[in-house]
């Protein structure tokens, strides 16, 4: 009842899997992460954890101009946020009313001090004890310190996640199900990050409601909010520069303008100090008076530095080459040295053997912090961030010139120009990362390249995943004509990846066509794109309003012309909403709308039909009708509607649109047949559904592992009926596990499914004695059950209260215990 799939662009984004319930410990159990472009999965960025041993940071007096504001290097005593670590020590103690597996968020703009805060709290928690584990995003080889089991003396676990809201949303997922997380003992997570939106609110929720994980979160304050408190700290960071600087002066030390409140962050003011203690031996020399002239001078600095080496022959490169090389390792780096020489021929610095003197000249002036990588990028990062804005043309700072050459590098990184696909997938994942992150403070960066490469290629909006998608659609002129350039790019179907932003953009271009056409059938048609959107993000209050819009659009369409066309439009909103209101619980009225459908369609599908198109809407309109009259205990007539889509998504051409209806119609008239007693006839049937949805799950697990999931709890309920308890547990032990990792996804969407199948598997376990199991997933269900119940109790509230039978009758030790049969069914795929 919509196009053929095949006929939508395939995405590039990331694609998400595991092998099992890692979250719970599980041996073995990694999750797994890739870029895809289209079917195929190209690299595997995978995260590294690293023990964070006391370091002894390099001597100051060896550090150039820029590198004494890197928070690595500890140069500035550390000062204040004595509130936030008072907070920090007692988030750490262990104590019997808080739990031991705790996460907490810190989120602040760049340069307010989030690294040296933590930095600062990790020294804390190794003095008392506690292991300390650093998280990165790059992959690399392994820590063996890192992959070994708890020291015997060790309080407990802390991990430090630094730029959590520039991880993929699958790569933070894995390492949240890092059995190193879950061993015995406390382990807290530190997440600092620049900004809060989908990524945590998707996270927050999964960590709490599937993880269960206690988590936490506070936005940093300015270090510095009123200028008494800056000027004070601006003449701490002075006086501690000065004895680093050569020929530097304190007394001749200028205090700027500090009435911005830019200066309340700590980096700003440590470079407000750096940069007036650097000019403070010549009195000739203008003092720069806003942050970006300060970084315009540092970064002339840089400039000097490069050509002192190529003066003293540390280096061999020019300055031109060196620069490019620069803002490659900020779009880019760090990376593996193969990747290293792609991008530097990629950014265009010469012949290949100029391409690797480049990269080592480059490594000699930003040695690598790590072994065998290449292209370390300009620190402290915000340093970086202002040398990669100030390069590109359309800035209005006139005493830094930008590039003429940057927007071809980044033009080239952006496309993966010349590179293997594994390596262009990651550097333009990497580089469109930086350069929106960059874009939203600098929107000449935006105008300049990011924009016009968005529109120039809109397929590369999904590159980076669902996160940075959210960040370009914040963009402010990005308008409804390069959203509706991006929109066929997005996963045509469910991806747990891009499900909420999808919905976002997707409503956006709705209200704007809507404004525009008059036309019942286009808005019928716009109703029901924005309501699949919602479903599958899991609004199902929302989902169901588009649906009435759309039903009301269809009828309205068909009394201004009777045709196939909308008739077949009215039927297909009809069959939708059927959808909406069974997943609302609202049985009797979801049957009335498919069954007005498949009468609407049934004269069509007999006419001439070149293209099948009607004749598929009839099966998937049957199969809806199948599982309504189900749902009202009709089942004779639920049966002859689901051996008729059978029939239907059996007969023509197969592919893999024919496939996933097959399956779907056999998983739900499985049910029917076993509520007509039939249960080795409907243990076969959902095998063959089964089958069929491993296949195609194995090709695009993002998208049809839901739909293995309610076939495997169908298998499992089978597997019961006929007495085959144990099949029926392990059936249900692997829905569960999928469905587990679909709710780290997107809880909204999954949850109330995996409430159902753990409510299964429950009273399997109860059957074979594992009485305390069985006690734990019910009550685990009825939590889920509780909170949606709280938001809708109409519609959850008989879910609840057979839970609560059931677990009411384990505590009385009854047997046998009041076993429900939660059936799921399998939705239509195209609903």
Partial sequence: MNRDPSDVPASAGYVVTNTGGAWADAPGSVAISGYVDGDVILGLPHYRLTVLASEVPRPAETLRLAELLDARHRVVRFLGRDEEQRSLREWLTVTGARSDRAVQLIHAPGGQGKTRLADQFAETARTAGWEVLRAHREPGEPDRAATRGPRPTTVGLLVLVDYGDWWPASDLRALFTDPRLHRVGPVRVLVLARSVGYWWQALRHWLRATVGMTVGEFELAPLAPDPDTRERLFHTAA?????????????????????????????????????????????????????????????????????????????????????????????????????????????????????????????????PRQTGWVLEPLQPDRLGEAYLALAIPGHRWSSYAPRPWAPGVVRALLSGTGMAAPQAARVRAGALT?????????????????????????????????????????????????????????????????????????????????????????????????????????????????????????????????????????????????????????????LANAERAVELLTPLAGAADETGSIQWALAEALDNLALRLSNVESHEKAEAAGRRAVELFSGGRRSARSERGLAGALTNLAVIEAHQGRGAQALATVRRAERIWRHLSDDEPSVYRPELALALNTVSLRHAELGQVSAAVAAAEESAGIFRDLVRANALAFELDLAAVLANLSGYLWQLGRRAEAFHYNTEAEEIFDRWGGANPQAYSLHLRHLRENIAAMRAKQSPVDLRRWELGAQSFNS
């Fill in 239 to 367: 006086a501690r520069f000065a004895t680093l600087v050569p020929h530097s002066r304190i007394d001749a030390v200028r205090v700027p303008d500090l009435a911005d409140p830019a200066f309340g962050a700590a980096l700003s003011l440590q470079l407000a100090a750096l940069v007036a203690v650097a000019v403070s031996h010549d009195s000739t020399l203008r003092m720069p008076s806003t942050l970006v002239d300060m970084y315009g001078y540092l970064l002339d600095r840089e400039v000097g530095h490069w050509q002192q080496l190529l003066a003293g022959h540390a280096v061999t490169s020019a300055a031109e080459q060196l620069d490019r090389a620069v803002l490659a390792a900020m779009l880019a780096g760090p990376v593996p040295y193969d990747v290293g020489r792609a991008i530097l021929r990629c950014a265009d610095v010469g012949e290949p053997g100029r391409v690797v003197e480049v990269l080592a000249n480059h490594s000699t002036c930003y040695p």
């Fill in 434 to 590: 930086v350069l929106v992150e960059v874009a939203a403070g600098w929107r000449h960066v935006a105008d300049t390249v990011v924009l016009p490469a968005l529109r120039d290629d809109p397929a590369l909006a999904t590159a980076a995943g669902g996160a940075v998608l959210a960040k370009i659609v914040d963009l402010p002129d990005v308008d409804v004509d390069l959203l509706a350039r991006i929109e066929p790019f997005l996963p045509p179907r469910r991806h747990i990846d891009f499900d909420n932003v999808a919905r976002e953009v997707v409503a956006r271009l709705t209200a704007d066509r809507l404004s525009r056409h008059p036309d019942p059938a286009e808005r019928a048609r716009l109703h029901i794109a924005y309501g699949r959107r919602l479903a599958t993000a899991g609004d199902r209050e929302a989902a169901l309003e588009q649906a009435d819009l759309a039903v009301a659009a269809g009828e309205a369409a068909v009394a201004a012309d009777t045709s196939a066309e909308t008739s077949t439009l009215l039927a297909l909103a009809l069959h939708l909403r059927a959808h909406r209101l069974a997943a609302m619980n609202h049985y009797h009225a979801a």
